[in-house]
């Protein structure tokens, strides 16, 4: 089973700041499989990269993912108001190990 | 427009079995590059996959849960129905239901999402 390990547990940064969050598997995951999701408070998940660099439809390219080797990075360039929320890194591994998220990044207003 | 929606109880006792019933529109389980899936979310925890629906009766299981669980689909409604078996307090969560996705590029995603229901489980 692959593990995704998120770093940080929380970041606190000001509105128009750069947002660096890292997602780390604990074996080779391909990135066709490396997702992102925003949660905010009270709502469900939503779907903002795939395939560790496509943003989803709908969603502002201040956000953006790359990958290098086992390490995955979303990257939100310009901290909007509406930015501050927990962020899920998720992979495939196949069967039949499925789907995994990481525990989640807390970005949240300094 | 893709909806979906979860139904089902909001508590059940230990021991019991869960029956949740997602509800969706705006796409046809009868399209390849389409299923749905459960995910659930602990209070204050991370999600969870426990089970995904496929084209042609392709069922996948979370393996930690695969012994309790079973996903199926209602043939003559736009329905995908979980059931989760031996409830314990651990399995106390919200429960969402989520359209699976793929595309050219195999890449695959959970792309909509329900609004999710809380399932408490206590006697």
């Not at chain 1, 995994?100 to 970005?107: A, D, E, H, R, S």
């Not at chain 2, 930690?64 to 399995?91: A, F, W, Y």
Request: contains cysteine; charged residues 15%; hydrophobic residues 30%.
């Amino acid at each position: 089973e692959i593990v995704l390990t998120q770093a940080p547990g929380t970041l606190s940064l000001s509105p128009g700041e750069r947002a660096t969050l890292s997602c780390r598997a604990s074996q080779s995951a391909k990135s066709t499989y490396l997702n992102w999701y925003q949660q905010k408070p009270g709502q469900a998940p939503r779907l903002l990269i795939y395939a560790a660099s496509t943003r989803a439809t709908g969603i502002p390219d201040r956000f953006s993912g790359s990958e290098s080797g086992t390490d995955f990075t979303l990257t939100i360039s310009r901290l909007e108001p509406e930015d501050f929320a927990v962020y899920y890194c998720q992979h495939y591994g196949g069967s039949p190990r499925g789907y995994t998220f990481g525990q989640g990044t807390k970005l949240e207003i300094k | 427009q893709i909806t979906l929606k979860e139904s089902g109880p909001t508590l059940v006792k230990p021991t019991q079995t869960l029956t949740l019933t997602c509800t969706f529109s705006g796409f046809s389980l009868d399209t390849g590059g389409v299923g749905v899936a459960w995910i659930r979310q602990p209070p204050g925890q991370a999600l969870e996959w426990l089970a995904l629906y496929r084209l042609t009766d392709d069922r996948r299981y979370n393996p930690s849960l695969s012994g309790r669980l079973s996903i199926t689909k209602d043939t003559s409604k736009n329905q995908v129905v979980l059931t989760m078996t031996n409830m314990g307090p651990v399995d106390t969560a919200t429960y969402y239901c989520t359209r699976w996705a793929t595309n050219w590029n195999y890449a695959d995603y959970f792309d909509c999402w329900g609004r999710g229901t809380l399932v408490t489980v206590s006697s």
